[in-house]
């Protein structure tokens, strides 16, 4: 027998988007378990079509920030184009294991958005999109 709506007081909403829109609209931004980043088209063109970022942790408020530099610039990380693909990847994982985010797979930021030439991205606002270990 199923109980009443009324008598659950624990729901947990969940905060991800359907596949299709994910990929459809805007700045698409995901981090997989060995740290590498994905930027969409939209997201890399957001920041200014970069060869190079840094990359900038916010501890207070849980947030990856990434701007775009110049490639010989200390302490940046080139942005390479996959095969096949019209977005591009940063492999950051020494800046992942240095701040201890550690994704058990890929997690998709619902709420990236450029701040003054900075794609920010909210860890407290991912959902998880990849299949994890198999």
Do not use: C
């Not at 990380?77 to 990847?89: C, H, L, Q």
């Amino acid at each position: 027998m199923a109980l009443p709506a009324t008598t659950i007081k624990n729901w947990t909403e969940f905060t991800g988007k359907p596949n299709n829109a994910i990929r459809s609209q805007g700045l698409r931004v995901t981090m997989g378990k060995r740290g590498e980043i994905y930027l969409n088209r939209i997201a890399w063109e957001a920041l200014g079509e970069p060869e190079a970022v840094k990359l900038m942790f916010d501890f207070r408020r849980a947030v990856i920030g990434i701007q775009k530099v110049d490639p010989w610039i200390e302490n940046t990380f080139p942005v390479y184009a996959p095969k096949n693909s019209p977005g591009r990847i940063i492999r950051a994982n020494p800046f992942a294991v240095h701040h201890q985010i550690k994704p058990s797979r890929t997690i998709i930021f619902n709420k990236a958005y450029m701040d003054e030439g900075v794609l920010t991205l909210p860890i407290r606002a991912i959902t998880a999109v990849g299949l994890g270990s198999r």
